[in-house]
């Protein structure tokens, strides 16, 4: 079982910086791709960063310039630096891994459990 814990959500004006993390814990073996999303009231949900095991990155355009995705492969999280927040920020911001729990078998993906993000403005 694998399981994904996010901290650093929380509620800033705009124009400020949060930075979020994500902790992938259990039985892992390698982690190939991790990503966050975010959904706003009414919208769907988006994919903002993405950052693979070899380093390629890629950004929502609506996010570059402003967030920067980052991983430590030895303490298997993910970070998220958001800077100059707008009130359009705001969603609820989720993380994702593609996980291998073994040399064989598929990748599988899990979800953290979502953290909430308010820009004010």
């Known amino acids: 079982q694998v399981q994904l814990v996010e901290s650093g959500g929380g509620v800033v004006q705009a124009g400020g910086s949060l930075r979020l993390s994500c902790v992938v814990s259990?039985?892992?073996?390698?982690?190939?791709?991790m990503s966050w999303y975010r959904q706003a009231p009414g919208k769907q949900r988006e994919l903002v960063a993405v950052?693979?095991?070899?380093?390629?990155?890629n950004y929502a355009d609506s996010v570059k310039g402003r967030f920067t995705i980052s991983r430590d492969n030895a303490k298997n999280t993910v970070y998220l630096e958001m800077s100059n927040l707008k009130p359009e920020d705001t969603a609820v911001y989720s993380c994702?891994?593609?996980?291998?729990?073994?040399?064989?078998?598929?990748?599988?993906?899990?979800w953290g459990q979502g953290s909430q993000v308010t820009v004010s403005s």
């Open positions: 994702n891994s593609l996980v291998m729990e073994s040399r064989v078998g598929p990748p599988r993906t899990y």
């Open positions: 259990g039985s892992i073996f390698s982690i190939n791709a």
């Open positions: 950052i693979t095991r070899g380093g390629y990155i």
